[in-house]
């Protein structure tokens, strides 16, 4: 059996560095997909990726959705972690932590970016 070789290529860094940005970017949308739907679907995720509404049919052109802003995910991310501790399944100092770290997050907001919060969008 003959053994295959891998010629180098000169454009792996570039080609490498492409492939972790698209990642970050699903990730993203994932993450904003995540908030404003029960189930994200790999149609979904495609969609909103190539800016297309996250339920479009061929022949429309996409709907412009609300993107979430960061403390808007954070409120949503410590309502669900409420949900936990109040069946005991997380702690109640973890959702104070959880709290101080949405309003530093709010703080650095406004100090930085002299504005009251930040669309996922404007975020690198």
Known sequence: MEKKRVLPCPDVKSINFALNRIQCELEKHF???QSM??????????????????DHN???EKTKDK?????ELASLHIDGFTLLVEK????KETLKQWKSTKKKIAEFIIH?????DLELSEID
């Not at 993107?67 to 403390?71: A, F, G, H, R, V």
């Open 31 to 33: 993450t904003i997909l």
């Open 58 to 60: 061929e022949g429309k």
């Open 88 to 91: 005991n399944l997380r702690s």
């Open 112 to 116: 930085t970016f002299k504005s009251e």
């Open 37 to 54: 739907h029960e189930v994200v679907s790999p149609l979904m995720l495609r969609n909103s990726y190539i800016n297309l509404s996250t």
């Open 67 to 71: 993107i979430p802003t960061l403390l």
